[in-house]
């Protein structure tokens, strides 16, 4: 999720989003740190273990008082879906290896159900917030590469291509949320609004 700025007043900065199993955030974790350990310090901004999540929209600035709506049709999204697998797999960066902007590990497992899933989560929450017009990928950032020179950058993205990262942890989708971004000195704070269970499978 992109936060570049605070939200106007009056409003929130929300997204929806599918946050990985404890396990899978440690074995992230790890990953980030076998990572770190190969980078210049300062290279990386690094997503904290515990704000790991799978975005399935990004709103941008909603009215507060319009939070409980937004919730309430996420709510009926996953009324009408089931819970389903997915799992970290592989490293890659965003938009390419010799300028890499953002490091992000991809996943597999249930990809039909989760796409399912977005598109609903989508269509249930147009009314609010403003349009995506990128295409959704499937992915957990682990860190946005800061400003630096192209030789270096190079750097970054060959490090990310030879990093095995091992055997990565699964877990079960079971709920789909509401989260509230708010931008600090120290970094973004993640708020969680709301948690919609799905149905067991």
Known sequence: MN????SAPGTWRLFLAVTPAE???????EVQERLRRRLPIGTVKWTPPDQLHLTLRFLGDVPAPSAPDVAAALARVAEAATSF?????RLGVFPHVRRPRVIWVGLGGDLLELSQLQAAAVAATAPWGRREDQPFHAHLTLGRVRELPP???RGVGEAVANCAPGRLAGWEVQ????LRSELRPAGAIHTRLASAPLRRA
């Open 23 to 29: 396990p899978v955030k440690a074995a992230l974790a």
């Open 151 to 153: 030789a270096r950058l």
């Open 175 to 178: 709920a789909v949320e509401l």
């Open 85 to 89: 697998a997915l799992g970290a797999e």
């Open 3 to 6: 936060a570049e700025r605070q």
